[in-house]
């Protein structure tokens, strides 16, 4: 935060009461509008551990997490989470994701994203072929 790096926001991720990886949030140092602190210690932690599956790990943050996030820790199968302020106190101070919680809801007044649905047929071809390399039923 103090090097400009990004907002006031940084995780760890502990196992078995040792820290695995540690991020702090990077967005504007990177330009990378992902490189949230929970999103770069998934990531720090899922590759020194060689696998992504983190159920046998917990994280802390310095804050609730954003929705991204929040979907991030669940992708990563993470079944314990801490954090410190609120998406409310972050609100205050500028990180608001209200909008982002209406829009799942189904709830926002304004659309800033247009979605198309296109290609389905050559999207599910890929799909397809995973079924047949994994042995997997697609449906």
Not at 39 to 57: E, K, M, N, P
Not at 95 to 118: C, N
Request: charged share 25%; glycine share 8%; net charge negative.
């Amino acid at each position: 935060m103090r090097a400009g790096e990004g907002g006031p926001f940084g995780a760890v991720i502990v196992r078995e009461g040792e820290i695995i990886a540690r991020a702090h949030n990077e967005v504007l140092g990177t330009n990378d509008p992902t490189a949230h602190s929970e999103v770069l210690a998934i990531r720090r932690a899922a590759s020194a551990l060689g696998r992504f599956d983190l159920s046998d790990c917990e994280i802390y943050s310095s804050c609730e997490p954003c929705p991204m996030c929040f979907a991030a820790i669940h992708w990563a199968k993470i079944r314990t989470l801490h954090f410190g302020c609120t998406k409310q106190d972050a609100a205050r101070i500028g990180f608001d994701d209200e909008f982002i919680y209406e829009v799942i809801r189904g709830t926002a007044l304004r659309a800033q994203l247009s979605v198309h649905q296109e290609s389905r047929d050559q999207a599910l071809s890929l799909f397809a072929e995973w079924e047949q390399m994994t042995n997997r039923k697609m449906y």
